[in-house]
């Protein structure tokens, strides 16, 4: 017993240790999305838990103005905030970076004619608050306010025509159906979050 | 019959796997070209080919201002502590057509440790996955082995050199 004590400690001890500068742990997949409020850069309140209560699902993308994989997204990110966004779907974005001010990101809305609620995240609480380490990172939540999808918009940055793995929108296409995310947690390689 | 792309690609990689060569043999002198691609296999060959040293493996991208940032820390960490034992790898995750900004990013660098590029094929989340499960994807992205060949450190984002050098000196003594 005292054995088998010991190894727990020494696992949970290595586990702590291997961490190093890795992000703290964010919400899990299936629990309850901490709530956040911002502003918008055109100055609206932004709370999550209000956005949820009318719609199907709210899709918080962290984005970037200046980082290669999340400009490769600008056109997918605003053709389907618009095309779910008939189906009930809202997307907003944020920008966590310090160095990227609010100016720069609103003439980068309009460059790439997003449409959907754009905020900056004053002291990266809220990148904090859900661990997001990178850009583009998405964290879908549902009407519920349960965090339904977590990850990337799909597998192929480079060719929109030759995605194999739509997932981000094979997740919001399962919550408008009333069924599960078969495909509920992915990954990418993307630009660091530059926090203060 | 090949065309000038595919003669442009295996031009590229009968180059890196003449580097790997040369790269093994000279891992304390400078290189300035790739040495060679590498999928999540060989990333784990490559790592286990260095046991009794300290290995600091970093993933970066030219794109990647933080990870250009980092880079020349890590070529003075490897200039000071490669006698003592620490072996630096940089793996490049730059996408496929960008393997000539990789090479001049090298050439202005000339780091004293190999550098490979990830292997193109397949999806980015097995090797991620395979590389750290933890690892969300970010860049630039630094794991660390003892000389035992465990890994012991994951490092996320850009470290001061301070900081690489507390995680090194630490493994090193």
């Known amino acids: ?196 | 019959m090949l065309d000038q792309a595919g003669l442009t690609i295996l031009d590229f990689r009968l180059k890196i796997a003449v580097a790997a060569f040369a790269g093994a043999a000279t891992v304390a002198g400078q290189t300035s070209r790739l040495a060679g691609e590498l999928d999540a296999k060989g990333f784990a060959s490559r790592v286990a080919a260095e046991k009794g040293r300290v290995v600091l493996v970093n993933f970066w991208a030219t794109w990647c201002a933080p990870c250009r940032e980092e880079f020349p820390d890590l070529v003075r960490l490897q200039r000071a502590y490669a006698g003592k034992g620490l072996s630096v790898l940089g793996i490049s995750t730059d996408f496929a057509g960008q393997l000539a900004a990789v090479e001049k990013f090298l050439e202005e660098n000339r780091p004293p440790f190999p550098n490979y590029h990830k292997l193109g094929a397949g999806d980015d989340q097995d090797f991620i996955n395979a590389v750290e499960r933890s690892w969300g994807g970010e860049l630039p992205f630094s794991v660390l082995f003892d000389r035992q060949g465990k890994k012991v450190r994951v490092l996320s984002g850009k470290q001061s050199y301070a900081d690489l050098e507390r995680e090194v000196t630490r493994l090193l003594s």
């Open chain 1, 1 to 196: 017993m005292r054995h088998s004590r010991l190894a727990l400690a020494f696992a949970v001890a290595s586990a702590l240790c291997l961490a190093g500068t890795a992000l703290a742990e964010g919400p899990a997949v299936g629990a309850k999305a901490p709530d956040f409020q911002l502003t918008t850069l055109d100055g609206k309140a932004f709370s999550l838990s209000e956005a949820v209560g009318g719609k199907t699902a709210v899709v918080v993308m962290f984005i970037a103005t200046k980082c290669p994989y999340s400009n490769a997204y600008n056109d997918r990110m605003r053709d389907m905030a618009i095309a779910y966004g008939k189906q009930g779907i809202q997307f907003v974005g944020i920008n966590s970076n310090k160095s990227e001010p609010a100016d720069e990101v609103a003439a980068h809305a309009r460059q790439h004619g997003f449409t959907f609620p754009l905020m900056k995240d004053p002291d990266n609480k809220v990148a904090d608050l859900y661990a997001a380490g990178h850009t583009p990172e998405i964290f879908v939540v549902d009407r519920g306010g349960v965090l339904r999808y977590h990850g990337r918009i799909d597998e192929n940055y480079e060719n929109p025509s030759r995605v194999a793995s739509p997932d981000l929108k094979n997740a919001l296409d399962s919550l408008l159906a009333g069924k599960p995310v078969a495909k509920a947690e992915t990954k990418a390689f993307g630009c660091s979050i530059k926090r203060v």
